[in-house]
């Protein structure tokens, strides 16, 4: 529930200040009072409010330097999340429909939920779907692959990457799957595309950028019943499932298909609060430690 204090005008300016303090280190010079009143588009007068309010508070403290203007000699990321209201977390993640995704829901359940912050994770297809769903600020965080994550910051999405969990944390790789009778030959090849799922459009049209081939649009579960039902003949698929009476073929060498592996967390570029906040509480050893004991099931997931 949001500090009764915040609603008020200056308290709304003392968000707005968080935010942008949140997105500096120890050291750093803050903005002055004139620009962030710009940025903030408020007062001057409720701006030093909240300054203020951030230092009685201590969740900053600030050191004047004359010209050289003021030093955040400290922030407390935790104690600014917590005044902001901002400690109870929520990420969204593709389904969990294998070991390795258990797992990694497993490891950020455990990583979210410490140091006075509470974490809850959900689940959605798609990570354009789940970006949206942050953009829209029903989550804070959301998981996607390395490859999603630089496409949509090259389509100048509000977006910055919290965490990177490694090779292979994401998918362990990706193969050309084909129907069951498939003799090999690819002109006029029907191939699935799903538009939905960048990972799965951006690795299909570079296999097949040199392929007289012909994409047709499905569902990334419809992909391996379709294949055994004719309805297409070829489609980039996770290594993670190998669906039974289909040959595959492997994935060409591309850097896509290594950033494809890599699992991220995501929240908007805007929300320094709780990016700061889960870097400095979540571990990505213990994340990657805790998918790989439950891929290997030594431990029960847990999310």
């Known amino acids: 529930m949001l500090n ?52 009685q508070n201590g969740i900053i403290q600030l050191e004047s330097h004359g010209q050289n203007g003021t030093i955040a000699t400290d922030i407390d990321y935790v104690a600014m999340a917590k005044y902001c209201s901002n400690t109870n977390l929520t990420c969204v993640m593709p389904m969990p429909y294998g070991l390795r995704y258990e797992g990694l829901a497993s490891g950020l359940y455990e990583e979210l939920n410490q140091k006075s912050v509470t974490g809850a994770i959900a689940f959605m297809r798609g990570s354009g779907y789940r970006l949206a769903c942050v953009e829209e600020g029903r989550f804070h965080l959301c998981v996607m692959s390395q490859l999603a994550f630089e496409y949509y910051e090259q389509q100048g999405k509000d977006i910055q990457m919290v965490a990177a969990f490694g090779s292979r944390s994401y998918v362990e790789q990706h193969r050309i799957f084909v129907r069951p009778d498939f003799d090999g030959t690819w002109q006029g090849c ?114």
């Open 190 to 303: 029907k191939v699935g595309l799903d538009t939905s799922s960048v990972d799965q459009e951006l690795l299909t049209r570079f296999c097949f950028a040199d392929k007289p081939v012909q994409y047709v649009p499905i569902i990334y579960s419809q992909l391996v019943p379709f294949l055994h039902n004719g309805i297409i003949d070829a489609g980039v698929w996770s290594a993670d499932m190998l669906p039974e009476g289909l040959s595959y073929y492997p994935m060409p060498c591309l850097d896509e298909q290594e950033k494809d592996t890599v699992a991220v967390l995501v929240c908007r570029k805007s929300d320094n609060v709780t990016a700061q906040l889960v870097r400095k509480v979540l571990s990505v050893q213990n994340v990657t430690d805790i998918q790989s004991r439950v891929m290997n099931r030594e431990i029960i997931p847990r999310y």
């Open 4 to 55: 009764k204090s915040l609603l008020q005008k200056s308290g709304l300016a003392t968000l707005q200040v968080a935010q942008i303090l949140a997105g500096l280190e120890p050291g750093e010079r803050i903005p002055t009072v004139t620009e962030l009143s710009e940025q903030c588009d408020m007062a001057r007068g409720n701006i030093q409010i909240a300054l203020n309010n951030l230092k």
